[in-house]
């Protein structure tokens, strides 16, 4: 669970160091970043690090079709959050822990 932890930090901030180097390349005039690498480290797990570089750098804020499909990858992420906080809170962490367990020891 901690390896998933320091996964998201790492994830989140690299996403967000993307936006502020395509910011700063994009204001130099220089070689940019591809739009698809950027939604690529927003759906590896990187959507909040996405959004603050959004949000906070001001870029790419009304870039379409751009800006909603980061929205989406964002809901969908809010959404995965919401299943497993409600399945935890449903069947007990443990039983939750012991699923997932037998799933990861037969992979």
Sequence with gaps: MLAIGFYLIAINCAAYL???????????????IPEQR????????????AIAGQKLLRHKTRKEPFRTQLLLITMFHGTV????TATLV???PHVASNWLRTVLSEA
Excluded: N
């Design 18 to 32: 993307a936006f502020l180097f395509d910011k700063a390349r994009a204001r130099q005039g220089g070689w940019r």
């Design 38 to 49: 950027l939604l690529t480290l927003a759906l590896v797990g990187g959507s909040i690090g």
């Design 81 to 84: 959050v919401v299943a497993i």
């Design 90 to 92: 449903i069947v007990g």
